[in-house]
Structure formats: C-alpha cells, structure tokens
C-alpha cells in the first residue's frame, strides 16, 4: 500500500515530487485495476497534467486521493452507481474536493459505490480474495487503497459504509465525528446520518490526510497522548460475531495487556440496544424522502433491495420517525457518562471476514455509532489464519473528540503491530 505520511515526507524532503508519486500510483493501477475495479472515472494523462501544477511544498504535498462516486465532481461524471446517473455531470465540485486540493492534493478519480451507497453490490473486488466482497458503500475507495491505487480515498457512512469495507480490505479508516466535514456536494440518503470519512494504509496517514484537508489538529505521528484507557463492548444487542472476529478483539486485548495499557469491559445502558434498533427507521425513511425522484419516476430502474428499503421507508409513520429521533437523541446524551469511564471503545469493526460477493456484509456493529455520530477508527493488523483475510477493530470515541480516537487507534495499531 502507499503510505501517505511517508510518501509526503519524501517529497517534502526532495526525494520524491508529486508527479513521481503519481506514477507509482498509475503504475499498480495498470497492473491490477482491470482485476480490482476500484475506479469508475480516471484520466491518466489528465492526473499527469494536474501533477505537474502542483508545488507539492505543503499540505498534502500533491498526493493523489480517491472520491467516492457520490461526491460530486464537474469534470468527472457522477453516478452514484446507477444507471439513471449514467454519463451525470454536476455544474460544481464538492467542497471536500476543493478543500482537498486546496491542501495540495490530486483529484486522481472517482471510486466505485454500490447503488445509491445501499446495499446493491458495486463491481469491485477484494483484492485479497476475488471470491470476496470488498464491502459497501464505499467499495472502491477501500479496495483501491488497499491495492496501493492511492494513499488516500474519501468514502461516506450511513450505516457501516467506511469501516466495515476498511476492515474487510486491511486499511485504516476513519469515520469522523458527525459533521466534522462538510457533506455538502454528496448525494443524501439519510442526512442525519450520512457521515464523509476517509480510508489509508495506517492510522496515522488518515489523521495526516484529513489534518492536511480541514485544518484541524488531527495528527497523531510523532505525539506523546498519554495512556488512554480502552473500554472493551461486544455490543451484544447487535447481534453474534463470527470466531474470527472474536478471535480479532481477544488478540487486540492481549496486544494491548502486553503494552501495559489499560482495558476494562464496560456494560452499555439499555438505551444504546434500544437507539441501535431504531437505526433502520431513521435510515429507510429518509431514504426513502431523498430518493423520492428516483423512486417515482424511475422505480423499474432501481434495484430490488433498494426498492424493498424505500418502499419500508415509505411506511414509517411520522411518529414512528420522530419517536426514533428521540430515542436517538437520548443515546447521544448517555454517551456523556460513558466516556467519564474509559477514554475510547473497542468493538467489533464487522461481524467478520469479508463474506462472499453477492453481498457487502453486515453494517451490524457500526450502526449505533453511526447514529450517535461518534468518530470510529477502524484498525487493521489481524489475518484470519484460515483465510489469509483481514478483520478490522473499531475503536470509537467521544463526540468531536476525533484527534484522542486517532490516537488511541494509532496506538492499537503499534500495540498489535508488536504482538505476535
């Protein structure tokens, strides 16, 4: 994979230039990306170009960065992944297209999303297994980082849509706080969830990116923060965890123990199984609201899964919608006690390994953070041992307090990078 914290330094300190790290880049493109599919819109001689203008002397130092294909873009088409968008050009780029080149980044192209970033397949691949699903929404942004495509690619969560492709492809990944970055310019499904996050090789590269990109103090290479206390929950209301993600957290804990920090179990209040049961309500229903275009005009062009949810969504009753809020509402607020006790979580970042490709997983363990809008790292560093694939680890923090969670992660990464 290209390390983007690396990479930078490099050409920071004259080793490297923006168009040469660029070419590393089309390099593995070339070679693997007819059999990973990551990308819907790329030109080659357009990044080249682009490149070349960049003075690489600060910010991202010209590094070439993904954009999910429901991030508007004026010179790429946006599809979102349906047919209905096909050849779809927007008048304007997104803000966090032009916050990222503002910061010295590459717009190399757009990455491959399941239909409307639902649950309708994208056509990438695993690049660890082609049998595999790379995950959804944000399919290609993950697969294409983990196969060394780009150091940095944006995604977007709505319910497990940037941690559980993380973990399903080995990245690191990072589901901000809600609203720490400007969502406007990306098609909604559920605007009180739908959360822009950002997939690298290490945590410590997506805290250097998004650092680099918004101006906030998010890096975590090089600081002293402390021992942070981990508070370990298996989020039983979600429902079971396969072996190898039980297997996953038990060796992160040990690596951790081992590490002399601390980690403690903590019992979450039955508000949280109650907030976590009422995601699917907030989700469908606004989806369906947002979708109304699409669904009234074009519905035969929709895929039947996604049908199925907007049509459920269409059944919420407004009572029932306003009766998940609150409840939404009150989980935020229990939130407060729990991070007195401990200064991050550590879960499950997926049921498991990454199932086979006719489905993008389970967003199971991710829903409830989603909803709650708390920041989520997802870390990569175990392997099935019968498989060979990935399983990730969330570690999730308080509201806002993005830069702490990057470092605890940054620090379970080290910690099981040492423990065999």
């Known amino acids: 994979m290209m390390r983007a914290l690396d990479l930078a330094e490099a050409?920071?300190?004259?080793?490297?230039?923006?168009?040469?790290?660029?070419?590393?880049?089309?390099?593995?493109?070339?070679?693997?990306?007819?059999?990973?599919?990551a990308f819907t819109a790329l030109d080659m001689d357009r990044a080249r170009l682009a490149a070349r203008a960049i003075p690489g002397n600060d910010?991202?130092?010209?590094?070439?960065?993904?954009?999910?294909?429901?991030?508007?873009?004026?010179?790429?088409?946006?599809?979102?992944?349906?047919?209905?968008?096909?050849?779809?050009?927007?008048?304007?780029?997104?803000?966090?297209?032009?916050?990222?080149?503002?910061?010295?980044?590459?717009r190399l192209g757009k990455t491959a999303t399941t239909e409307f970033a639902f649950l309708n397949p994208a056509p990438t691949?695993?690049?660890?297994?082609?049998?595999?699903?790379?995950?959804?929404?944000?399919?290609?942004?993950?697969?294409?980082?983990?196969?060394?495509?780009?150091?940095?690619?944006?995604?977007?969560?709505?319910?497990?849509?940037?941690?559980?492709?993380?973990?399903?492809?080995?990245?690191?990944?990072?589901?901000?706080?809600?609203?720490?970055?400007?969502?406007?310019?990306?098609?909604?499904?559920?605007?009180?969830?739908?959360?822009l996050g950002l997939f690298g090789a290490r945590v410590a590269d997506v805290a250097f990116g998004l650092a680099a990109i918004t101006g906030r103090a998010l890096r975590v290479d090089g600081g002293d923060f402390g021992q942070p206390t981990f508070g370990i929950t298996r989020q039983p209301f979600a429902g079971e965890a396969s072996p190898e993600a039980h297997a996953a957290l038990d060796h992160a804990i040990a690596a951790l123990?081992?590490?002399?920090?601390?980690?403690?179990?903590?019992?979450?209040?039955?508000?949280?199984?109650?907030?976590?049961?009422?995601?699917?309500?907030?989700?469908?229903?606004?989806?369906?609201?947002?979708?109304?275009?699409?669904?009234e005009r074009h519905r035969e062009k929709l895929s039947p899964i996604l049908r199925d949810a907007i049509e459920h969504g269409r059944s919420v009753s407004l009572a029932e919608y306003d009766a998940a809020r609150s409840v939404s509402n009150r989980a935020r607020k229990a939130t407060h006690p729990l991070f007195e006790k401990v200064d991050v979580l550590l879960t499950f970042s997926a049921p498991g390994i990454a199932p086979l490709r006719d489905s993008t997983g389970d967003a199971t363990f991710n829903k409830l953070i989603t909803l709650l809008g708390l920041p989520a790292v997802n870390v990569p560093g175990w392997k099935d041992a019968a498989t060979g694939l990935p399983v990730g680890l969330q570690v999730v923090g308080a509201f806002g307090d993005d830069q702490r969670t990057l470092a605890a992660a940054h620090l379970l990464e080290q910690a099981l990078s040492h423990h065999s």
């Not at 790290?21 to 390099?27: F, Q």
């Not at 492809?169 to 959360?195: E, N």
């Not at 995601?279 to 979708?291: D, F, P, Q, Y």
């Open 257 to 295: 123990s081992k590490a002399g920090i601390a980690c403690r179990e903590v019992a979450l209040a039955p508000v949280f199984a109650e907030a976590h049961a009422h995601h699917r309500a907030i989700n469908n229903h606004e989806g369906a609201v947002s979708l109304t275009w699409e669904y």
């Open 125 to 195: 691949f695993n690049p660890h297994d082609a049998a595999h699903t790379p995950g959804g929404s944000s399919a290609g942004s993950a697969a294409g980082v983990a196969a060394g495509f780009m150091p940095l690619a944006f995604g977007t969560q709505t319910g497990g849509s940037v941690i559980r492709p993380a973990s399903f492809c080995g990245v690191a990944a990072l589901k901000p706080s809600f609203r720490l970055i400007p969502i406007q310019g990306v098609k909604p499904f559920a605007p009180l969830l739908d959360t």
């Open 11 to 37: 050409v920071e300190a004259g080793d490297l230039n923006p168009a040469t790290v660029l070419e590393l880049a089309l390099e593995a493109i070339s070679e693997r990306e007819k059999d990973i599919l």
């Open 59 to 106: 910010g991202l130092f010209g590094l070439p960065v993904g954009f999910k294909d429901i991030i508007d873009t004026a010179d790429y088409p946006t599809e979102h992944g349906s047919p209905l968008y096909k050849g779809h050009k927007p008048k304007a780029d997104a803000p966090i297209v032009l916050m990222t080149e503002a910061a010295q980044g590459l």
